[in-house]
């Protein structure tokens, strides 16, 4: 990259919640955020796959240098359904939104950028769903899980062929965003804006081609921790940590 040449973050699902403040604390650190999605810079309605090709179509045949200056590729964007497995109206959306138009996008964009032997750090928002069992989530827990295993295996792949590159998976436990339905009491969660600080000083200090971690509550505050991600949990609490239960 050229001296004095402002970093740019691609971010996926930018327009509100944890993505705006996402924006935000990017401009913050002086990284010029590029926003995806329906309300967006580069619009993308990722329910709807001829939008999703529209978009990879885009990439394609994009200006080499305008792809070589996305340092970052946030992968935020997300959907939720909180209810019974068996009375789901989102399924089909929610494999869309969570899992399979951003893997679309991204190969896209990856394959671009091996080209153009240009390494970036992609910045993963999965979830503590993905390892913390809850009633009336698995589909999107199942989604989020799908988003941080590719994203870690993914990272293997950048190694061999994009080296330069780097991965970070965030399991972030609740925030008060517009994610949840109005049943769910969110006065509790997280501000985001706070998460999206501690999410860009992370990224930005990462030496490791691969990292994740979670942010949990610890008496009210966001907690960074790395000390466990483990199956054995999924049905307790993390020792000392509030993972942001719905109360129920
Ligand atoms: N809130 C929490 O407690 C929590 C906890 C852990 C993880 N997360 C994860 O954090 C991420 C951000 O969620 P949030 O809480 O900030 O929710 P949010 O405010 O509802 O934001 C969701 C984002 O996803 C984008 N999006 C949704 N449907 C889309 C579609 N069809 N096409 C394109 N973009 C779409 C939206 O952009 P447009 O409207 O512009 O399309 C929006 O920017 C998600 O991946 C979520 O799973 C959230």
Redesign the pocket.
């Known amino acids: 990259m050229m001296k004095g040449k402002p970093m740019k973050a691609w971010i996926?699902?930018?327009?509100?919640?944890?993505?705006?403040e996402l924006v935000k604390e990017a401009e913050r650190h002086s990284i010029d955020p590029v926003t995806l999605?329906?309300?967006?810079q580069l619009q993308?309605?990722?329910?709807d796959r001829q939008s999703v090709e529209a978009l990879c179509q885009k990439i394609e045949v994009m200006e080499a240098e305008l792809l070589k200056d996305v340092s970052f590729f946030v992968w935020?964007?997300?959907?939720?359904e909180y209810g019974p497995f068996d009375q789901a109206e989102k399924l089909a959306?929610m494999f869309a939104?969570?899992a399979d138009a951003p893997t679309r996008i991204l190969q896209t964009f990856v394959r671009r950028k091996k080209k153009l032997r240009s390494p970036f750090h992609l910045i993963t928002?999965?979830?503590?769903?993905v390892w913390k069992a809850r009633a009336d989530m698995a589909i999107y827990a199942g989604t989020?899980a799908y988003q941080a295993q590719f994203s870690r295996s993914l990272a293997l792949e950048f190694e061999r062929d994009l080296p330069g590159s780097k991965v970070v998976i965030v399991h972030?436990?609740?925030?008060k965003?517009?994610?949840?339905p109005a049943s769910i009491n969110t006065s509790e969660?997280m501000d985001?804006r706070e998460i999206a600080g501690i999410i860009w000083r992370e990224a930005l200090v990462q030496e490791k081609f691969c990292d994740w971690f979670n942010v949990l509550r610890v008496e009210g505050k966001p907690s960074v921790s790395r000390e466990n991600v483990s199956p054995e949990l999924a049905y307790d609490e993390l020792p000392k940590y509030n993972t942001?239960g719905f109360g129920g």
């Open positions: 996926l699902g930018g327009s509100s919640g944890l993505g705006l999605g329906r309300n967006s993308v309605d990722l329910s935020n964007a997300g959907e939720f959306s939104i969570n928002i999965a979830s503590v769903a989020k972030p436990a609740g925030m965003t517009g994610l949840f969660f985001p942001g």
